[in-house]
């Protein structure tokens, strides 16, 4: 079947069929990450899952949303369905000069000045027909589908690939949980299991058991199939002793996440720690161990302390410091070991949201990313406007801050000039607005003298910090001068070049100045209308590239 969709997509006879079928019949499957500009109808009903979670969706605008909106986001943001996904009718529409920010349902939408391309969505009725195959694949008729019992979705045996995390469940085996509550305790511990679906390519996890010792269970590569999880977890016996939480993260931070234990290089580290009632003793030094580490920390408190016992807990706050970041997304709270079901989806999105792992260093508060813009009079206004849509895109995927990640721009023709550096802005919507405020300059192109200057002007006064340092140069043209050794010297002071080319850029030049692997740190594209596609690839490029450097 794929074969003959494929072969009937060639020749365009699958999009006269669903033309002559209506639009209104097609029906997409999407993810919780499709954007509107994704999609190639311009009109369809899209299917949304059930396992997108707020702080996945990225949404700009409100009732009307900029094309690099999350379908579903939107959808959720405008009511026309909740987190329990189901389908939406999607319409494209022409771009707009703003987008309002709000916040509703759960979704906060973000402002944006300008986008090339809008949608909208609302309530799907009527349709009846379904496609099963990729994104962007269009609808047959049912009588050209082969009947098949073997529909349904299997489970891969080497794990869920879209959740590659390496994870410690420290789980409370003290006496405040007594022999019953910790045989519950690891019987939802054995249903999160089979929700992670872990395997070799997805999420791993071992066991360390909290008591008045800490003991470690398993580890990440004692078992990677679900079934080999659940015998161990059902064997672990229960220890007893005092709630010393604090001394098994330590212990856990310590020696759990090594590869001689099966620690993945450059996956996510996460601590999931369950505590009934509360811990006895201090968690805060190891909770701040765990964030210099860049491990995060999620912390399940189950019975918390009534307000009578209060008075007999060391630290009130035992939550907030031990979580990775207190901000509602590491900490979840249920009130008993009885009627757990419920809780296990939640838990396990969380564990899965790869991109909200977040916690101390990261390729997200620990990079400095320069852009190095061709401002030659070949670029013209109108496409100057787009580059700057396009950085200003992949800069809101950071988290900026005077600790946190920093980003820099400057202009070159033949001469250069600092738009602004690293320290100029201490926050997003600051460097943002600085993005979109540059002005054009219109002149010849010097790229290697532009990126000599970027080394001496942008990041030397930086290169003692502790973060990793980005180049992402961006030009339409031949540049007069040599750039293979500007952008060699760059890379020998530590600084990751990516080159983006547009129009006439010579691919030579592209390939000399990006940084090893080549064809990863090289994009290329006809018009400045297709940079948009490489603002997801260049994002995930710097965070491999830093995950992969530590």
């Not at 299991?193 to 997805?202: H, N, S």
């Not at 002005?439 to 910090?465: C, E, Q, W």
Request: charged content about 20%; hydrophobic content about 40%; proline content about 4%.
């Amino acid at each position: 079947m794929l074969i003959q969709l494929t072969a009937l997509h060639a020749l365009g006879i699958l999009s006269l069929a669903s033309n002559a079928l209506g639009a209104e019949a097609v029906r997409v499957l999407v993810n919780c990450t499709t954007r509107g500009a994704d999609l190639v109808q311009r009109t369809a009903t899209v299917l949304c899952p059930d396992s997108c979670v707020p702080w996945q969706l990225s949404v700009f605008g409100t009732a009307v949303y900029a094309s690099l909106s999350s379908v579903c986001g939107a959808a959720v943001h405008r009511g026309v369905i909740d987190v329990s996904g189901g389908p939406v009718r999607f319409q494209k529409r022409p771009g707009r000069e703003n987008y309002l920010s709000s916040d509703a349902h759960g979704v906060r939408s973000q402002s944006l000045s300008r986008w090339s391309a809008s949608f909208s969505v609302s309530k799907a009725v009527g349709q009846t027909m379904e496609v099963s195959g990729q994104l962007g694949a269009t609808a047959l008729p049912e009588a050209a589908k082969k009947p098949s019992k073997k529909n349904s979705k299997k489970v891969s045996p080497n794990g869920n690939k879209d959740c590659q995390v390496d994870i410690a469940f420290v789980l409370d085996g003290s006496y405040n949980i007594g022999q019953r509550r910790f045989i519950l305790q690891k019987n939802f511990i054995g249903k999160l299991a089979l929700m992670l679906r872990i395997g070799p390519e997805g999420p791993l996890f071992g066991i360390v058991q909290a008591s008045e010792n800490p003991k470690t269970e398993f580890h990440l590569n004692s078992f990677t199939q679900p079934k080999d999880v659940i015998f161990a977890i059902k064997e672990m016996g229960f220890r007893g002793g005092n709630t010393n939480t604090g001394k098994a993260l330590r212990h856990t931070v310590e020696t759990f996440f090594s590869s001689e234990n099966g620690m993945r290089k450059g996956l996510p580290r996460v601590i999931m720690v369950f505590v009934d009632g509360w811990p006895s003793d201090d968690i805060e030094e190891a909770a701040t161990l765990a964030r210099e580490s860049g491990i995060n920390v999620f912390f399940v408190s189950v019975a918390r302390p009534t307000p009578e016992e209060l008075g007999v807990v060391q630290d009130q706050a035992f939550v907030q410091k031990a979580v990775c970041r207190d901000n509602g997304f590491f900490s979840y709270s249920m009130p008993s070991w009885f009627s757990t079901t419920k809780y296990v989806k939640p838990l396990a999105q969380k564990l899965c949201s790869v991109d909200q792992l977040l916690c101390s260093k990261t390729c997200y508060n620990s990079v400095n990313i320069g852009f190095l813009l061709d401002g030659s009079s070949s670029v013209g206004d109108n496409n100057f406007r787009l580059v700057l849509e396009f950085i200003a895109s992949i800069a809101s995927a950071f988290e900026v801050s005077d600790t946190g990640a920093r980003i820099g721009v400057i202009q070159f023709t033949y001469d250069q000039k600092m738009e602004f550096g690293f320290s100029d802005h201490s926050n997003k919507d600051d460097v943002l607005a600085a993005i979109r405020a540059v002005r054009y300059m219109s002149g010849g192109t010097a790229t290697g003298d532009a990126i000599t200057f970027s080394v001496s002007s942008l990041y030397n006064p930086h290169k003692s910090g502790a973060s990793k340092n980005f180049l992402v140069v961006i030009t339409d043209g031949q540049s007069y001068d040599d750039v293979a050794g500007p952008a060699l010297a760059a890379q020998k002071e530590g600084i990751t070049v990516y080159s983006v080319g547009i129009a006439w850029a010579p691919m030579d030049d592209l390939k000399a100045m990006a940084s090893e692997p080549k064809d990863s740190h090289t994009f290329f594209t006809r018009e400045f209308t297709g940079l948009q596609q490489f603002e997801q690839p260049i994002i995930k490029g710097i965070c491999r590239d830093f995950m992969e450097s530590n």
